[in-house]
């Protein structure tokens, strides 16, 4: 939060703060009984964050001094959310958060554990997790960022303010390109099709586009990609699908 890594008490009292922060409102809850189950995850965050406003009017017009509760607010409490709208999508009931967990595991808890199974966390897929997490919040000034800054500036609150930037990432050119890479990894469908479809990416009257990492500031490679790459492949082997799945 303040460019510099924390010392051990510091981290310690951070994280023990994020994850008293973890619950929701039990009436947000009723919130998502209003959408459909095939709704769109995206818009689901949208209103759901947008909606925090309502459950904390005395951050409407927060001071400086706010701010820090504010951000550990939504940093404790987003994936919560993320983690109901999978669940409701799938018609499950929701699952609380644990804090005996760390806050990946939690995540992880919360996606996949039921009342009737406990959820034991893979640490290969937590530690993807973990990175994955890292190397989208360290990455400079992008489109949803100036976003959310823009509607900062004119003194609208924090959560609506963070509501904007989820707007902005769902768009195709931005978070939805990561959508795009499922639905282009279904359409290539298997390994005998990947020449076919690299010849149309280098087609330039072929409207086909190789989706995956990139930005407009890395010219070559992202470097992103370079981390993530080992950690692919160990999540694959360790789930077994390296072989079984068909991509």
């Not at 994936?79 to 409701?88: D, E, G, L, R, W």
């Not at 699952?95 to 640490?123: Q, R």
């Not at 470097?223 to 999540?235: G, I, M, S």
Request: include cysteine; charge should be positive; hydrophobic fraction near 40%.
């Amino acid at each position: 939060i303040y460019g510099e890594l924390p010392s051990s008490e510091q981290y310690n009292n951070f994280t023990k703060q994020v994850a008293h922060h973890s619950l929701v409102n039990e009436r947000l809850h009723y919130l998502f009984q209003t959408f459909c189950s095939s709704s769109h995850p995206m818009a689901i965050m949208l209103a759901a964050v947008g909606s925090l406003s309502a459950f904390y009017p005395d951050l409407l017009n927060c001071k400086e001094a706010d701010y820090k509760l504010t951000a550990i607010r939504m940093i404790a409490k987003i994936p919560t959310i993320a983690a109901m709208s999978y669940k409701y999508s799938i018609g499950q009931p929701f699952i609380y958060p644990d804090n005996s967990l760390d806050f990946t595991e939690n995540f992880l808890h919360m996606m996949f554990a039921t009342p009737c199974t406990k959820y034991k966390v893979n640490p290969i897929i937590k530690n993807a997790l973990n990175k994955i997490f890292i190397l989208h919040a360290d990455h400079e000034q992008n489109a949803s960022t100036s976003t959310v800054r823009i509607a900062g500036s004119s003194g609208a609150n924090p959560f609506a303010c963070i509501s904007t930037g989820i707007a902005s990432l769902w768009g195709p050119a931005h978070g939805g390109a990561n959508e795009a890479v499922i639905n282009m990894l279904k359409e290539i469908g298997s390994s005998e099709n990947i020449p076919k479809y690299i010849a149309k990416a280098k087609d330039k009257n072929d409207p086909f586009r190789l989706i995956g990492f990139g930005h407009r500031v890395y010219k070559n490679y992202d470097p992103r990609a370079a981390v993530l790459k080992e950690t692919c492949k160990e999540v694959l082997k360790e789930l077994g699908q390296l072989e079984n799945n068909p991509l």
